[in-house]
């Protein structure tokens, strides 16, 4: 069974490694140690808590109601603007998404380095790759 350490659980949820020490500390989420003292968390425990956690954004209504089931906060890191197209990138944690959208779609939502965002992808095609 694959375990992962506190900072490797913290990149895979998106929060700071203190936040999973805290979370450990509360016994919210088991941990235990291996021969050198590192916290571990077994996969299948952080995988249950990591739905545990979206289904609690959910609840309290931070989660908008969408189609789009894969949404990513981040912030606008570059806007590169064409005649008639445009390009948006986003960092939402370890992850760099662009988009490719109209200009008129960037003016009118007042898209500009800096800002918070949210790029919410939907396809019908997803591959995944064992890491």
Known sequence: M???????????LGVSPDTVRR????????TRRDETGRRLIDGPVLAAYAVE???QADEHGEVPYTTARN??????TAVKLGDVAAQVEIQAGPHR????????AVEELGLEVGMEAVARVKSTNVHIDRA
């Open 23 to 30: 979370w450990a500390d509360a016994g919210r989420i088991t």
């Open 71 to 76: 949404a990513f906060a981040g912030i606008i």
């Open 53 to 55: 956690l979206a289904q």
């Open 2 to 12: 694959r375990s992962y350490t506190t900072q490797q659980a913290a990149r895979l």
């Open 97 to 104: 998404l662009v988009s490719l959208l109209t200009r008129e």
